[in-house]
């Protein structure tokens, strides 16, 4: 398999080597190139064709929303998740409108870096769960005339095993992914459903069908 070609770009030489840092240990992947701003950007894009994009929104020159609608144009099979200290309905809107796949706040676990990514490359959304339900509800709305909270395929199959009456450890097992990650799914998943315990998880699965009632 080969790995994932990502470009980072941020205008802030520490943030860079940060997430470097963090995208080393997950396997699979390879930063090809960084850039400070927009227009380098585009210039890496051509040189490198990178498969994964990670790009701040506020940078000199040319923002990473503008950057982000170019790639989107000019190379259509880069995957953009979008990496930002803001959450309100504007940027988020904006930046899935321009046609990021993923919308990351810079508060994010390392785990958290993980899922987006791996789900990008799956041909996902991510959204932070930090991100109001409400600025999803809109952004669904927008798009597909509906308020349905769509969840990842990995995410219907930890409610399914909630469903279940599986415990983390035993989710973790099934799927061989680590405890962690299981934890940071489900936190997710609560966020973007708006549900706060397992029963309300277990009717969820049961009203979806992601689950029967006599599981």
């Known amino acids: 398999m080969n790995p994932i070609r990502v470009l980072i770009v941020d205008d802030h030489k520490l943030v860079r080597a940060g997430i470097i840092s963090l995208l080393k240990e997950i396997q699979d992947v390879e ?12 210039k890496l894009m051509e040189t490198h064709s990178p498969d994964l994009v990670l790009m701040d ?3 000199r020159g040319l923002n990473g929303l503008e950057t982000l609608a ?54 996902e959304t991510y959204l932070s769960p930090k991100i109001s339900k409400q600025v999803i509800d809109s952004y669904l709305k927008r798009a597909h005339g509906t308020a349905t909270i769509l969840l990842t395929p990995r995410q219907r199959e ?49 009203r979806t069908g992601i689950a029967t009632s006599d599981t």
């Open 31 to 42: 930063v090809v190139a960084e850039a400070d701003n927009g227009h380098d950007a585009l």
């Open 70 to 123: 170019r790639i989107a144009r000019k190379y259509p099979r880069a995957r953009v998740i979008i990496l930002s200290m803001h959450s309100n309905e504007e940027y988020v809107i904006q930046a899935l409108e321009a046609g990021a796949c993923g919308y990351l706040l810079k508060d994010a676990s390392p785990q958290e870096l993980e899922i987006a990514v791996k789900a990008a490359m799956e041909g």
């Open 57 to 59: 929104v506020a940078m």
């Open 158 to 206: 930890i409610v399914q095993l909630i469903a279940e009456g599986c415990s983390t450890k035993e989710i973790a097992s099934k799927l061989n992914l680590a405890v962690r990650t299981v934890e940071t799914h489900r936190a997710d998943i609560m966020k973007r459903l708006d549900i706060h315990d397992t029963a309300g998880l277990v009717r969820y699965a049961i």
